[in-house]
């Protein structure tokens, strides 16, 4: 059965840096593009970044763009999301998927097949 959990979460003051993990198991890592969304409260879920199976393609949502970067190490079956200079705004739960529609890593989120349980990232101003 096909697992995803994030690690990384935390509090941190506006203007800093976090690095959350998303660990795969129970699924062929590599056949999977990769995203991650968010969700704050009273808000719909929302696309962040994406990374195709092989990690030669990401996407980004505009207004995450030059301060996330996403990667992926399909030996360790994990996908990273790098945030530096983090808003108050970017608090929110954040979350991993998987998706085996196309090369993967799109924004749309009914193509992603598996989801983690959410990491909580709180950034106080």
């Known amino acids: 059965q096909a697992q995803l959990v994030e690690s990384g979460g935390g509090l941190v003051q506006a203007g800093g840096s976090l690095r959350l993990s998303c660990a795969a198991s129970?699924?062929?890592?590599?056949?999977?593009?990769m995203g991650w969304f968010r969700q704050a409260p009273g808000k719909e879920r929302e696309f962040v970044a994406g990374?195709?199976?092989?990690?030669?393609?990401?996407l980004y949502a505009d207004s995450m763009k030059g301060r996330f970067t996403i990667s992926r190490d399909n030996a360790k079956n994990t996908v990273y999301l790098q945030m530096n200079s983090l808003k108050p705004e970017d608090t929110a739960v954040y979350y991993c998927?998987?998706?085996?529609?196309?090369?993967?890593?799109?924004?749309?989120?009914?193509?992603?097949?598996?989801w983690g349980q959410g990491t909580q990232v709180t950034v106080s101003s």
């Open positions: 990374i195709s199976r092989s990690g030669g393609n990401t």
């Open positions: 129970g699924l062929t890592f590599r056949w999977y593009g």
């Open positions: 998927a998987a998706g085996s529609s196309g090369d993967g890593g799109r924004a749309i989120l009914d193509e992603y097949d598996f």
